[in-house]
């Protein structure tokens, strides 16, 4: 099963995303996604992340539930911010360290003695 998206309107403060869900049998059912704009400033969250947020919601979705029209809501961005928060924790911690040159003489290594 696969989701494309499709397109998304402003809704006063939310921003609706518009997904088509193709099927096995190659049929398209059409499902929307609100996400509240106010709400993801609130747990940092870049616009630009929130239709693969969306889309993640679609694909976790029960197979049974025929709900095609669902809200990305606040515990989920929760979830989603402190996901990201370890990730780049974890990002930084396997980080090494930068380099330091072995003295304190930078860039007069080649050019010898200085009167």
Do not use: H, S
């Not at 704009?37 to 870049?46: P, Q």
């Not at 616009?47 to 049974?64: A, D, S, T, Y």
């Amino acid at each position: 099963m696969q989701f494309i998206l499709t397109g998304f309107t402003q809704d006063m403060g939310f921003r609706v995303f518009a997904f088509e869900r193709m099927g096995d049998d190659r049929m398209r059912t059409k499902f929307t996604v609100r996400a509240d704009l106010g709400l993801i400033r609130k747990y940092g969250i870049r616009v630009q992340e929130l239709p693969l947020m969306c889309r993640g919601i679609l694909e976790r979705g029960n197979e049974g539930e025929e709900q095609r029209t669902l809200t990305f809501t606040e515990d989920d961005m929760g979830v989603y911010a402190k996901d990201c928060a370890a990730a780049r924790e974890a990002a930084a911690r396997k980080r090494k360290p930068p380099r330091r040159p072995p003295n304190g003489n930078f860039g007069a290594a080649g050019r010898g003695p200085q009167p």
